[in-house]
């Protein structure tokens, strides 16, 4: 009869440990990318929502000029008869100043955007 010795022989069926720091590393330089593109995404969809609100708070001033109303004392985009023309009575998400001003013959829409950026649209 003849004796066997066992096998020595380990199984190889795991990943070692450089394999797995290197996939941690891809994982958190990826998430690295995204996370700065999400913000960078935020900031301008709040941009544009800013020069938009402005546009538009032109273009209800506009209709309401042409309608008759005596706009002189408008100062604010959140104004009563701004709202009679559809202005929400608060400013969006996003806008955290509005004002309107007259100058030379010209409306003038200025308004600041959470990001910190300002814009103006002439009517």
């Not at 022989?9 to 996939?23: D, H, K, Q």
């Amino acid at each position: 009869m003849e004796l066997r010795r066992p096998s020595t022989r380990t199984s190889n069926s795991g990943f070692t440990l450089i394999e797995v720091l290197i996939v941690v590393a891809i994982i958190g330089i990826l998430a690295a990318v995204l996370v700065a593109e999400v913000f960078n995404a935020r900031r301008r969809t709040v941009d544009s929502v800013t020069q938009t609100y402005a546009r538009q708070v032109a273009t209800w001033l506009a209709a309401a000029d042409t309608a008759g109303a005596d706009v002189t004392g408008v100062t604010t985009c959140t104004n009563n008869l701004l709202q009679t023309e559809g202005a929400p009575g608060t400013l969006p998400n996003g806008v955290t100043s509005c004002a309107i001003t007259y100058d030379n013959g010209r409306w003038r829409v200025s308004a600041a955007s959470q990001s910190g950026k300002n814009f103006s649209v002439a009517y």
